[in-house]
Nanobody, 126 residues
Framework: QVQLVESGGGLVQAGGSLRLSCAAS????????MAWFRQAPGKEREFVAA????????ASPDSVKGRFTISRDNAKNTVYLQMNSLEPEDTAVYYC???????????????????WGQGTQVTVSS
């Protein structure tokens, strides 16, 4: 059974930085796509970034490109989300997700992922 455990959330001032971690266990993740999503109160869960575990190829939307960076540590089975220049609009619960279905690309939708963590709160004050 795949388990994803997020950590690293917290309260930060606008312009600050946070690094989120997602510790993955239960499988060999070489064929997986790992992603971060976020959900603000009253809004749908949205795609933030993803990485193909084996190749390291990444994807992210324009809203975070240049500010957020996804990476993975093979030895630690951990995926990271480095978030810089944080804005109040980045306030949300951040979720780690995994796609184990052998998808050839990088899914951008919630439906593209079949494992989820419990989430970690990120609050950016103005």
């Amino acid at each position: 059974q795949v388990q994803l455990v997020e950590s690293g959330g917290g309260l930060v001032q606008a312009g600050g930085s946070l690094r989120l971690s997602c510790a993955a266990s239960g499988r060999t993740f070489s064929g997986y796509v790992m992603a971060w999503f976020r959900q603000a109160p009253g809004k749908e869960r949205e795609f933030v970034a993803a990485i193909r575990w084996s190749s390291g190829i990444t994807a992210s939307p324009d809203s975070v490109k240049g500010r957020f960076t996804i990476s993975r540590d093979n030895a630690k089975n951990t995926v990271y989300l480095q978030m810089n220049s944080l804005e109040p609009e980045d306030t949300a619960v951040y979720y780690c997700a995994a796609n184990s279905r052998g998808f050839s690309g990088i899914p951008y939708s919630v439906q593209g992922y079949n494992y989820w963590g419990q989430g970690t709160q990120v609050t950016v004050s103005s």
